[in-house]
């Protein structure tokens, strides 16, 4: 009887299974002679949607290339008999859940040598209306231009995105406006959130070939991003878009990129990144006429960004090599455009501090031993609408820094003779001894104290009673070059001119402005050389004319006499030169009278007047024996140019 059990109970899960078997069958059969018809269908409301919109699609073939999975070939893609997009292989597979709702997605995607143009410009956009969707989130107006409304709308878009893709010969070419960039996509694969591929990037003659892995959350964009160079270990990877758009040439052997959160609201977007780049090199004719090199540099910052405001909270901190440092940001933008900035760095070992400096720059420096701490403080908040009331605080701070042995330049040259090379347009043109072998060296105490009166209010109205800055001075030259939009006024002292004119060279960058710098700081703060004896060599190595060097030869030049001999009214004529001395040099009348136009000169003599070292009834500008010197087709008019220190007083 028990046997008997069995076997009904074997015949009927036999009748079960093979029911189901039939049934799958039957259904698979069913499938594959209807699923090319309900294929084509669906293909013929996709056209009729996108020509809806103005495009033409088509494809030589569709069908399948697997159960369910879609393969299209040679599809193309126009608008206005212009071309949107062509793929040679394009194959599909639909999130077989998704289709029992009304918004199937895809799972798979795979594109094999496809082309895809992107154009806006001119008015025209050849992809905008294919983003148009009644199944975009609705926003309000006023909100979109909020970055928490874009990091929802892209949070939107990384939703519809497939779980896995591959990618391989896609080229995508983007034009906006005068901007055309080009970019090949190869081997690239997307597994769930994980992905990795090889990138090529085109920007007319600059190439820039990457391999990029890493993973992301499209459900709040949390992820890593790594960058390696394209080939093999030794090449650099060049970063895109930098140097057509801004000039900037960016290379490195790494860039890893972490985004740890993203926080959306009201409005306001919040977020933590860090972030790092390995032998990073910039080379930008503004920044250093040498290329910069940062071994390591590390960053994690935290901040917020709302409609026209971006803040980086002062708690992120940025490594530098080995300085560390701390960073503060708020910028507002919009017609009234305010910027507050702070920035500090930790307190290092002096030797640490300084081998930290980027390579390339401070090369004076390089080598230099000490002992002590060192560190450094920003201060900056500027309104572009109240310009003048700009504030800025700067300086170092030192722990019982010292000197113990000189690097790759003997700052302490100063004090003896030594050989000058002086340059233009980076061209060294003349060398000559800064010391008594020279005829034209002349000693401070030969030199006329009018003469260095007239320099200082021109150049350093508190030279000997300040340490090499005046923080005043950088205010105003953030001021004035704002309002003229140019670099029109640096704020040098004579300590700072010094030590351009006899260690460094007269380019203006960035680089060598922040060199110039801290070896006038070390200068000052270590006492390497006395006030006087920096105010005797400045003296004899500053322009006063084309190719007139040092105040010996500009004596003898316009006057024909030794310093020594030099008035009172002659002193304020050749210091008047100093600012502009190609320029100033021939301003100057057929009667031997200074022109007007020597804005220096006016301001000079009315405060020798002012003060009672020239007579009041004293006003001429004739200077006898003044040798006039002429350029054709010069112009009339000049732009005035504003003492460095007009605001304070130099005798008191």
């Not at 010969?169 to 034009?175: D, S």
């Not at 050749?574 to 000169?601: C, E, H, K, M, T």
């Amino acid at each position: 009887m028990k046997g008997v059990k069995n076997i009904l109970t074997q015949t009927k899960y036999r009748i079960i299974l093979s029911g189901i078997l039939m049934t799958v069958g039957l259904t698979t059969i069913g499938w594959l002679k209807i699923r090319q018809v309900i294929l084509e269908s669906k293909w013929n409301s996709i056209i009729q949607k996108i020509e809806s919109k103005g495009y033409q699609l088509k494809a030589e073939k569709i069908g399948f290339s697997g159960f369910f999975t879609v393969a299209i070939s040679n599809a193309s893609l126009k608008i206005q008999d212009l071309p949107v997009a062509e793929i040679k292989k394009l194959e599909i597979k639909p999130d077989l859940l998704s289709l029992l709702t009304e918004k199937p997605k895809i799972k798979n995607l795979e594109i094999d040598d496809g082309l895809i143009y992107a154009i806006k410009k001119n008015g025209f956009c050849n992809y905008c209306k294919l983003l148009d969707s009644d199944n975009e989130i609705k926003i309000k107006d006023n909100t979109q231009k909020y970055p928490s409304t874009q990091y929802q709308q892209i949070v939107t878009l990384l939703s519809k995105v497939p779980t896995n893709i591959k990618l391989d010969n896609l080229k995508i070419q983007y034009q906006k406006h005068k901007q055309n960039y080009k970019a090949l996509i190869n081997k690239f694969k997307k597994n769930d959130g994980e992905f990795q591929g090889l990138l090529v990037f085109y920007e007319e003659n600059i190439t820039s070939k990457m391999k990029i892995k890493g993973s992301i959350d499209g459900d709040d964009l949390t992820g890593k991003i790594e960058i390696y160079p394209y080939a093999n270990q030794n090449d650099k990877l060049k970063i895109p878009v930098l140097e057509k758009r801004f000039g900037l040439n960016c290379l490195m052997e790494k860039a890893t990129l972490r985004i740890i959160s993203f926080i959306n609201k009201k409005n306001t977007l919040s977020y933590e990144i860090e972030g790092s780049a390995q032998g990073l090199e910039l080379i930008h004719p503004k920044l250093s006429e040498r290329k910069i090199v940062i071994r390591n540099l590390k960053g994690d910052i935290q901040g917020k960004i709302g409609e026209n405001v971006f803040e980086i909270d002062s708690s992120t901190n940025i490594l530098v090599n080995d300085l560390e440092a701390q960073i503060y940001l708020k910028w507002v933008r919009g017609d009234n455009d305010k910027i507050a900035l702070q920035l500090k760095t930790h307190k290092t070992q002096a030797e640490n501090f300084i081998s930290s400096l980027p390579e390339g720059s401070f090369e004076n420096l390089k080598g230099i031993k000490a002992r002590g701490k060192l560190s450094w403080f920003l201060k900056l908040n500027f309104d572009s609408k109240k310009p003048e009331q700009c504030q800025f605080i700067s300086g170092m701070n030192d722990d019982g820094f010292q000197i113990t042995k000189m690097g790759k330049t003997n700052l302490a040259k100063i004090n003896q003779p030594f050989l000058h090379t002086v340059s233009v347009d980076g061209k060294p043109i003349r060398s000559f001894i800064v010391g008594p072998a020279n005829p034209n060296y002349t000693p401070i105490d030969a030199i006329p104290f009018s003469m260095q009166q007239a320099v200082m209010y021109s150049e350093d109205a508190g030279f000997y009673g300040q340490k090499g800055f005046y923080l005043s001075a950088f205010r105003e030259s953030i001021i004035q070059n704002f309002k003229k939009g140019k670099f029109a006024r640096g704020g040098s002292t004579i300590s700072m001119q010094l030590v351009k004119n006899v260690f460094l060279n007269p380019r203006k960058t960035l680089t060598r402005k922040a060199e110039e710098i801290f070896i006038t700081w070390i200068i000052e703060n270590e006492n390497i050389s006395s006030k006087k004896r920096m105010m005797e060599v400045y003296l004899n190595v500053i322009e006063f004319g084309n190719n007139i060097w040092g105040i010996g030869e500009a004596s003898r030049h316009y006057f024909g006499k030794h310093p020594s001999q030099l008035t009172n009214k002659e002193s304020v004529f050749i210091a008047s030169l100093v600012p502009r001395p190609r320029v100033y040099q021939y301003l100057i009348q057929n009667d031997g009278s200074v022109s007007p136009n020597n804005w220096n000169f006016t301001a000079i003599q009315n405060r020798f007047i002012k003060k009672g070292i020239m007579s009041s009834e004293d006003t001429t500008r004739y200077l006898p024996g003044l040798k006039t010197k002429f350029r054709p087709n010069f112009p009339t008019e000049i732009e005035e140019e504003i003492p460095n220190q007009i605001d304070l007083e130099i005798f008191d």
